[in-house]
T-cell receptor, first 112, second 114 residues
Framework: GDSVTQMEGPVTLSEEAFLTINCTYT??????LFWYVQYPGEGLQLLLK?????DKGSNKGFEATYRKETTSFHLEKGSVQVSDSAVYFC???????????FGTGTSLTVIP | DAGITQSPRHKVTETGTPVTLRCHQT?????MYWYRQDPGHGLRLIHY???????DKGEVSDGYSVSRSKTEDFLLTLESATSSQTSVYFC?????????????FGPGTRLTVL
């Protein structure tokens, strides 16, 4: 079945450090891939997405590239800020489906 | 921000009591979803709707029922709440299915079953 596996947290980084959060997937068909972010006490917000292989999604300095050969969609940011502290979820949906499949989430804390 | 509200935002109830959570949208989106969020599990789909009176089960539907009598409202009912249903519940909406599906989430309802 379809599923998403993302690296376990929590992750703690100093401000301006480089961030990578790993995400791999298993899917039938041709999935679209997403990263969502959840700030404390709030719902999830779409951070970025990619709908086909080799697409790069980007937003607010975050990037992720859809790698079909490695079934991965790793999230990266070159220089994190305290305001990036949140929980990050990787997710997929197949081109024939109605259901999203979410990873378990990775908590990021950025310290000054 | 997408117009999605959830009510109540917090609820404490006792085992065995019925509970209904409401999701209301002002976007006229076709699809609506109910998820629960638990530590170590991420978000898991409970039920979803693809139109008025059209619903389907998700991954963790046991113990839950839903109804959608209007485009804008999607109700989640726990007929007889159990402690295992203590969780944070999120509603989401989307306009499309498949690859163009982009979900927008409500603020969540924190439910505690004692």
């Amino acid at each position: 079945g379809d599923s998403v596996t993302q690296m376990e947290g929590p992750v703690t980084l100093s401000e301006e450090a480089f961030l990578t959060i790993n995400c791999t997937y298993t899917a039938t068909g041709y999935p679209s891939l997403f990263w969502y972010v959840q700030y404390p006490g709030e719902g999830l917000q779409l951070l970025l997405k990619a709908t086909k292989a080799d697409d790069k999604g980007s937003n607010k300095g975050f990037e992720a590239t859809y790698r079909k050969e490695t079934t991965s969609f790793h999230l990266e940011k070159g220089s994190v800020q305290v305001s990036d502290s949140a929980v990050y979820f990787c997710a997929l949906i197949t081109n024939t489906g109605n259901q999203f499949y979410f990873g378990t989430g990775t908590s990021l804390t950025v310290i000054p | 921000d997408a117009g999605i509200t959830q009510s109540p935002r917090h609820k404490v109830t006792e085992t065995g009591t019925p509970v209904t959570l409401r999701c209301h949208q002002t976007e006229n989106h076709r699809y609506m979803y109910w998820y629960r969020q638990d530590p170590g599990h991420g978000l898991r789909l409970i039920h979803y709707s693809y139109g008025v009176k059209d619903t389907d089960k998700g991954e963790v539907s046991d113990g839950y029922s839903v109804s959608r009598s209007k485009t804008e409202d999607f109700l989640l009912t726990l007929e007889s709440a159990t402690s295992s249903q203590t969780s944070v519940y999120f509603c989401a909406i989307s306009e499309y299915s498949g690859s163009y599906n982009e979900q927008f989430f409500g603020p969540g309802t924190r439910l505690t079953v004692l």
